[in-house]
C-alpha cells in the first residue's frame, strides 16, 4: 500500500471509521487493491497484477482517477474504492474514469465515509465501459452523519459490451441520508446483462432522488432496476425507473417500492418504459404506501408486536 | 378450551356469519367443513383476531378468560396460530431467520421442523422466503413455523392447497404431530383425507354451524347431500 506522506493519520481515521462500520479488515492487506480518498487528496493506492491505476488532483479541487483493467484479468479479491472527507465542511468533487477490458472478472467494493462533518457536497462522476464477456459487480454503500448535512450526488454513465455482466448495489441504510441524487445510465449491447439495485432508508427530513435508466441497445440485453425506499418521519423521495428497448429481444424490467411510515413523508415513483423494436418487452411493478397488512399480521400472528413486525419486514427489504 | 359464543360477523352490510356456536379443546383434531363461500376461512381469521374480522357480536373465551378485544399478537402470545391458505412473502428474509423470527431457537430445531414437512435444511435454510419459492414451497415453511410456534390452537386454513398430493400423507403427519403434543388442531379442508383424519367436524352452511359431530357421519353427510344444495352464500373475498 503506498500511503502519501504527510497523510498518515487520514489514511488510518479513514480505515479505522471503515473497519468500526463494516468489520472488514482487509483494508491494509498487500493483496487487495484499494484507493483511498480523503476530502481532495488520494491517500492511498494499492495495485494488484492487471490492474492499473493513475490519480491526480487538480489545483480547483478536482481529484481524477483512471482505473484500467487489462483484458484476461482476473482479480480474486474485490477492490476496495474508499471515499471519505474528515473536515466539517467542504465539498468534494470526485472523477472517475474505468475501463475494464474483456474477459474479466472483478467486484468493486466502494465506501463513502462521511460520518464525521456538518455540511458537505459530495460529488461523484463516473464513466465506465465493459469490454466483452466480463463479469463485473459493484457495491456502494454510504455511511453519512446522523445530522443531515452531507449532501451527495453520483453520476455514473456505463456501457457494457457484448456478453457482459454488470450488478451494480447501492445501499444507504445504516445512517442518515441527508440528501442524496443517485443517477445511474447504463447502455447494453449485444447479449449483455445489468442488475441494478438501490436500497435507500430515509429518516427525519431527508430528501432522496433516484433515477436509474436502461438502454437495451443490443440484440437479446437485458437489465434489472429495482429500487426500494423506506421513508418515515418527514422524508422526501422521488424515484425514476427508465428502460428503453430498442433492439430485437431486448428485455427490461422495473422495479421501484416506496414503504413510507408517518403521516408526514412525501414519495413518489415514476417509471417509463419505452419500446423501439416490435420484438423488444418491458415490464415494470411499482408500490408506494405503508407495509402491507398481510405480511405484518403474518408476523403479528407469530406473537410479534406491529412494531416488531414492521422492523422485521423493513430490515428483510433494506438487507 | 377456545369456545366461539354467539358470534356473528358482517362486512359490507352483508352478515356473513350468523351467530355460531363452536368449542376446541387442547389435544383434538376438529374440521370445519363446507362449500365454498359459506364463511369457513372467515371463522378462523375471527378466531386469530385479524383486523378486518372483529365480530360484529358474540363473545369469544380462551379458557375462561374474554379474548374477543385482544388484537393478533395478544392471541397469539396466548397460544393461538394460524396456518395461512396463502402464506404472505417477505423479501430479504432467509427461511432460517423467518423460521427463528428473532427468538432464541437452536439451528437443530429449526431443521428438524422443516424436516418434518419434507423440505431438505440444506437446501431452504438459505432460501428467501420471497416470490421465488413455489406456492407449495412456500407452504411447507409456513408449516414448519407453525411447528415451531409450539401452538396450544392451532388453526390450518387449507393445509393442502397448492401442495403436491404426494405430501398429502405429511400434512396428515403434522396434524397428528400437534395432536401428540397436545394442541388443538382446527382443519378448515375440502378434502376428505384430511377430514376423515378428523375427531370432531363443524359443517358450515350459509354462515351458520349447520351439523356438528363426528367426523365420519358429517363428511358423509357433506358428499350426499351438500353438492346439490340451493343455500346462497357470500363470497369470504368479497
Excluded at chain 1, 8 to 36: C, H, M, W
Excluded at chain 2, 40 to 46: F, H, V
Excluded at chain 2, 83 to 112: C, D, H, M
Excluded at chain 2, 176 to 196: P, Q
Aim: net charge negative; aromatic share 8%; charged share 30%.
Amino acid at each position: 500500500m503506498d500511503i502519501v506522506k504527510g497523510y498518515e493519520k487520514e489514511f488510518e481515521q479513514l480505515v479505522e471509521i471503515y473497519e468500526k462500520n463494516t468489520n472488514d479488515k482487509s483494508l491494509r492487506s498487500p493483496g487487495v487493491a484499494t484507493i483511498i480518498v480523503s476530502g481532495n487528496k488520494v491517500v492511498g493506492l494499492n495495485s494488484v497484477k492487471g490492474m492499473h491505476i493513475r490519480s491526480k488532483e487538480r489545483a480547483d479541487g478536482l481529484v481524477m482517477i483512471d482505473v484500467e483493467i487489462e483484458d484476461n484479468t482476473i482479480i480474486p479479491i474485490p477492490v476496495h474504492l474508499c471515499t471519505g472527507f474528515l473536515k466539517k465542511r467542504g465539498e468534494q468533487i470526485l472523477k472517475f474514469n474505468y475501463v475494464i477490458g474483456d474477459n474479466v472478472k472483478v467486484k468493486f467494493k466502494s465506501h463513502c465515509i462521511l460520518t464525521k462533518v456538518e455540511k458537505l457536497h459530495h460529488y461523484m462522476e463516473s464513466d465506465m465501459y465493459i469490454g466483452k464477456n466480463s463479469f463485473v459487480t459493484y457495491e456502494d454503500e454510504h455511511f453519512h452523519d446522523e445530522g443531515g448535512g452531507v449532501f451527495v450526488e453520483t453520476i455514473t454513465r456505463m456501457k457494457i459490451d457484448e456478453g457482459s455482466f454488470f450488478s451494480s448495489k447501492f445501499y444507504e441504510t445504516k445512517t442518515r441520508v441527508g440528501r442524496i441524487n443517485v443517477v445511474m445510465d447504463i447502455e447494453l449491447l449485444k447479449n449483455a446483462k445489468a442488475d441494478l439495485e438501490s436500497k435507500i432508508y430515509g429518516r427525519d427530513d431527508d430528501i432522496i432522488d433516484i433515477r436509474e435508466v436502461l438502454r437495451l441497445n443490443g440484440e437479446n440485453s437485458s437489465g434489472i432496476a429495482k429500487s426500494t425506499v423506506f421513508a418515515t418521519d418527514r422524508t422526501k423521495a422521488h424515484v425514476v425507473n427508465e428502460a428503453y428497448g430498442n433492439a430485437p429481444y431486448a428485455r427490461g424490467h422495473i422495479e421501484c417500492n416506496e414503504i413510507v411510515k408517518g403521516d408526514n413523508v412525501e414519495v413518489s415513483t415514476l417509471p417509463l418504459l419505452k419500446v423501439l423494436n416490435d420484438k423488444a418487452e418491458l415490464t415494470h411493478e411499482a408500490s408506494v404506501g405503508r407495509i402491507n397488512q398481510a405480511q405484518l399480521e403474518t408476523l403479528m400472528a407469530k406473537g410479534l408486536t406491529e412494531e416488531e413486525a414492521a422492523e422485521f419486514i423493513v430490515n428483510g427489504l433494506l438487507s | 378450551m377456545l369456545e366461539l359464543r354467539d358470534i356473528k360477523y358482517s362486512k359490507n352490510g352483508n352478515e356473513i356469519i350468523k351467530g355460531i356456536n363452536m368449542k376446541f379443546e387442547e389435544g383434538k383434531v376438529y374440521c370445519i367443513v363446507g362449500n365454498n363461500g359459506v364463511g369457513k376461512s372467515t371463522i378462523g381469521y375471527i378466531i386469530m383476531g385479524l383486523s378486518d374480522y372483529k365480530p360484529t357480536e358474540g363473545k369469544i373465551f380462551l379458557n375462561g378468560e374474554d379474548i374477543t378485544d385482544l388484537d393478533v399478537t395478544e392471541r397469539a402470545k396466548r397460544g393461538i396460530s394460524l396456518l395461512w391458505q396463502e402464506p404472505a412473502r417477505f423479501e430479504g428474509i432467509t427461511v432460517e431467520s423467518y423460521l427463528k423470527l428473532n427468538r432464541n431457537i437452536k439451528k437443530e430445531e429449526i431443521e428438524e421442523a422443516l424436516k418434518l414437512v419434507n423440505l431438505e435444511p440444506s437446501r431452504y435454510m438459505r432460501r428467501y422466503v420471497d416470490k421465488k419459492l413455489s406456492g407449495g414451497e412456500r407452504k411447507k415453511v409456513e408449516l414448519a413455523s407453525c411447528i415451531l410456534l409450539k401452538p396450544k390452537y392451532v388453526i390450518m386454513d387449507e393445509p393442502d392447497s397448492g401442495i403436491d398430493i404426494m405430501s398429502l400423507d405429511m400434512i396428515v403427519g403434522v396434524i397428528n404431530y400437534f395432536k401428540e403434543k397436545g394442541s388443538a388442531v382446527i382443519v378448515i379442508t375440502h378434502r376428505k383425507e384430511i377430514a376423515l383424519n378428523c375427531g370432531y367436524s363443524y359443517l358450515i352452511c350459509a354462515g351458520n354451524v349447520f351439523l356438528e359431530g363426528e367426523s365420519k357421519k358429517i363428511v358423509s353427510y357433506y358428499e350426499k347431500t351438500c353438492d346439490n344444495c340451493g343455500h346462497v352464500n357470500y363470497l369470504e373475498e368479497e
